[in-house]
């Protein structure tokens, strides 16, 4: 969402445009996304906790469902409302929220992506071992007119090239997927109607032909609502963060 000081009114949140698209692109190819943010307004008493939920909800809705499954978007947020100099393990840079997401969804952080606008996001990243990429909407991590250090993988315009580069790099886009999905699912309707023979459910040529174009046309057409509601070894998750304040 586009930067807003201690956002506290719901009436404030902005998408940059895109995002959602980009959003359920990849959730659609089987990735979680989760959002984790600093919200230091909170412990410094800019705003509650009941603001918060309320700027969150409304970002939620704007962003939409994910589809072809319906179902939220967004898999699930977590935020900080520790306010320097305090120390936390859960205010970004460090990584405990990200480890909660870990362990709440069962993902593997080697094979998931932090996008970010800020260093404190990048290192953030590192330190959970994810890959990285700075937007350069928002703070673009140049905070103070430094670069941004550590450097993250990836530097890209904003949100939408973000997916583009996690797709990409993830070797799950574009006509690439949509052909390993179709192999996979005549594959699979192969071995169903080669069974289906072998037990005797069928007994004529034309039966296994049946059989064989009836389970790949629907395991074709279920495969991302079930790479979306099954996150398996195989479904990494993108972590993404929103509106943190420090």
Not at 58 to 85: H, K, N, V
Not at 126 to 133: M, P
Not at 167 to 188: D, M
Request: net charge positive; proline share 7%.
């Amino acid at each position: 969402m586009e930067e807003v000081n201690y956002c506290a009114d719901p009436g404030l949140v902005r998408l940059f445009p895109g995002t959602g698209d980009a959003l359920r692109r990849l959730r659609a190819r089987g990735f979680l996304i989760v959002i984790v943010t600093n919200q230091s307004g909170i412990g410094r008493g800019l705003l509650t906790e009941a603001q918060y939920h309320a700027v969150q909800a409304e970002l939620i809705r704007q962003l939409g469902t994910a589809e072809p499954a319906g179902g939220p978007l967004i898999a699930a947020s977590y935020f900080c409302p520790d306010a320097p100099p305090s120390p936390s393990p859960r205010r970004k840079p460090e990584p405990g929220m990200v480890f909660e997401a870990a362990r709440d969804l069962d993902i593997d952080l080697t094979r998931s992506w932090f996008i970010g606008d800020k260093s404190a996001d990048i290192e953030c990243g590192r330190r959970a071992g994810c890959r990285t990429i700075l937007v350069q909407t928002g703070y673009g991590g140049k905070e103070g007119g430094e670069a941004p250090a550590p450097a993250p993988d990836f530097i890209v315009k904003d949100a939408v090239a973000a997916a583009e580069i996690v797709a990409r790099r993830s070797g799950t886009t574009g006509n690439a997927y949509s052909a390993r999905r179709l192999l996979f699912s005549l594959v699979s309707g192969g071995m169903f109607s080669f069974f289906s023979a072998l037990l005797g459910l069928v007994k004529s040529p034309s039966g296994c032909l049946f059989f064989f174009l009836w389970f790949s046309l629907l395991h074709f057409v279920f495969t991302p609502w079930i790479n979306g509601a099954f996150h398996a070894s195989f479904v990494r998750i993108g972590l993404w963060r929103t509106g943190s304040q420090d």
